[in-house]
């Protein structure tokens, strides 16, 4: 198997440019906070920021080979085993024409691909403001990186019938994520020398001008990607390694009779190297709230963070679940499923993130952020039904109708698909910290759970108890661990009816009447949890799922 992937990307923060005019601008310069306006800064045509970035596009890409090879054996009637290997080999993330740069922190060095544009000029301000970095030009190719060979799957899966009407399953399997997209941040062709951003600041003065920050009337200068520019950093680790997860599971499946069976499993996974995108630079936790940004970072001449892509993530999952099924008979199909699971991790999903993770103590690292995951579910039970409607010709009820009356009730099937889970996590906030902390969380009140309901009961209004949480201790940044918190879970109810209008066999005409949440109960979003102690809307609920409300749509849909 030989797959050619290719994504290009274009993603860079102003290519057409912008302007910002603060009431700063237009401010008596005694009392610049409480004079001013930004719209008389606009029709006075005073900036106080602009930015603008180059618009090199990003042609990005990878390939991926593959091969597999598997078998069964038929150990005895009542045994029987698969075995399978599988090896893959991903590419690193490449640019079709080397126009990526690699930010190496352990040696300090810019790396910039052997490729036409590897010359490239760096920006103007670039030695002066980092001196100590080195420049390393067309000693790489366009992967930046060696190459991961160590994509070894192997498969095993092994089916037993313990008797006539029960049947043992198990399996594991290793599994790669190669192909895992890394979206646009950090995305390394953004980076000096093939892209560029360009800020032009005013500073507290307002009443100064920039130099190179005229009246809006006079435009950008037209040397401005010869000026200093705003210099940020992005990087892949040299020993990245694809992502991969370890998969096993263990069932019974028992025949019931009747059409119907039920299944019970055990199933486990252990995610390790997986991706993250993170800042190494982050500065190191102070019980000085005004202790020094820069001094305090592992890298200080970079004077700001470092976006970089690691693959030392992990995540663990155990879980049982438990399925009822009947088959179709008598016109009707229902199945039942329920699973209890718990996840942890030390990261957020890769592209959407998420917001209850974050490096509370650089010092110790993603270490200290293993916690629950921010897609752990604890419980779901989901159940489904088709069920033709006994009416009419050929059915129990009423078979012998008129043609008309069967027009009418005849050809009915009524679906439905019931739903009830908990809640997704979240992280407890704080406005309160009076120390230098990246991530400020409350401390809990000794006695109280963190999550503990009110003595009232959850409302929309008061979704815990905000008592149990006070502002941490002065020079530390809470004691609530990452990922305490959970939201609100689901209840939901979609059903339909179908109703069939036969011509004959190979035509039909159906009507469709679907009811998406049919209580229209509401589906509360984590993401509006409030979350933030000292906050107004600390405790309650803010927001719910786009697209959670009833809705109701007919259709008519015709088959042949």
């Not at 006079?218 to 990607?225: R, S, V």
């Not at 399925?323 to 008598?330: C, G, I």
């Not at 103590?361 to 989901?382: K, L, P």
């Not at 005849?410 to 889970?421: E, K, R």
Request: glycine residues 10%; proline residues 6%; aromatic residues 14%.
């Amino acid at each position: 198997e030989y797959r050619p992937i290719k994504f290009p990307f274009f993603q860079v923060p102003s290519p057409r440019g912008n302007f910002q005019f603060p009431q700063n601008r237009t401010a008596i310069p005694e009392s610049p906070g409480q004079t001013g306006d930004g719209m008389a800064s606009f029709l006075l045509g005073q900036p106080g920021f602009a930015r603008l970035t180059t618009t090199n596009f990003i042609s990005s890409e990878k390939v991926a080979h593959a091969w597999y090879i598997q078998d069964d054996f038929k150990v005895t009637s009542k045994l029987t085993i698969n075995l399978g290997l599988r090896y893959e080999l991903f590419s690193p993330i490449s640019e079709r024409f080397a126009r990526q740069s690699n930010y190496v922190p352990e040696t300090a060095t810019l790396v910039i691909p052997k490729g036409k544009d590897q010359d490239a000029p760096l920006p103007v301000n670039f030695s002066q403001a980092f001196p100590t970095i080195k420049v390393d030009r067309g000693n790489v190719g366009k992967y930046l990186i060696p190459w991961d060979k160590t994509n070894f799957g192997p498969r095993i899966g092994i089916a037993y019938q313990l008797r006539s009407k029960t049947v043992i399953r198990a399996a594991f399997g290793i599994f790669y994520g190669g192909e895992e997209n890394q979206g646009g941040s950090p995305n390394r062709g953004e980076g000096v020398p093939f892209n560029q951003i360009m800020d032009l600041n005013l500073n507290s003065n307002f009443d100064a001008r920039h130099p190179f920050l005229g009246r809006f009337s006079d435009g950008w200068p037209l040397n401005i990607f010869n000026l200093p520019a705003n210099i940020s950093f992005r990087g892949v680790q040299q020993d990245f390694r694809n992502p991969l997860v370890h998969k096993w599971n263990f069932t019974v499946q028992q025949d019931l009779g009747g059409n119907s069976a039920l299944e019970v499993s055990y199933i486990g996974s252990a995610g390790r190297r997986q991706l993250i995108n993170w800042d190494p630079n982050t500065p190191v936790n102070s019980s000085n709230p005004s202790a020094d940004v820069n001094s305090r970072r592992l890298y200080p001449f970079l004077r700001g963070g470092l976006s970089l892509t690691s693959t030392f993530g992990v995540s663990d999952y155990q879980g049982l679940a438990a399925k009822f099924e009947k088959r179709y008979s008598a016109g009707m199909t229902f199945t039942s499923a329920y699973t209890w699971g718990h996840t942890f991790a030390n990261t957020g999903t890769t592209l959407s993130g998420s917001s209850g993770f974050g490096v509370y103590d650089i010092a110790c690292g993603f270490g200290c952020e293993y916690s629950n995951a921010a897609w752990d579910i604890r419980q779901r039970w989901v159940s489904n039904f088709v069920y033709d409607l006994p009416f009419g010709h050929g059915k129990k009820f009423a078979t012998g109708v008129s043609k008309a009356a069967d027009l009418v009730i005849g050809g009915w099937q009524a679906n439905g698909i019931l739903t009830f889970s908990t809640g997704q996590p979240f992280t407890f906030r704080s406005q309160n910290c009076v120390a230098a902390f990246n991530v400020c969380r409350p401390d809990a009140v000794s006695g109280k759970k963190a999550l503990s309901a009110p003595a009232a009961g959850r409302t929309p209004d008061q979704w815990f108890d905000v008592t149990a949480f006070q502002s941490p201790a002065v020079g530390t940044g809470g004691n609530i661990g990452p990922q305490t918190g959970y939201g609100p879970g689901i209840r939901n109810l979609d059903f339909s009816l179908f109703k069939d209008f036969r011509f004959s066999e190979k035509y039909r005409l159906q009507f469709r009447s679907e009811w998406l949440n049919l209580s229209n109960t509401p589906r509360f979003a984590v993401s509006g949890v409030g979350n933030t102690q000292g906050s107004s809307s600390f405790g309650r609920l803010t927001a719910t799922l786009p697209g959670s409300a009833r809705n109701v749509q007919f259709a008519l849909r015709f088959m042949f």
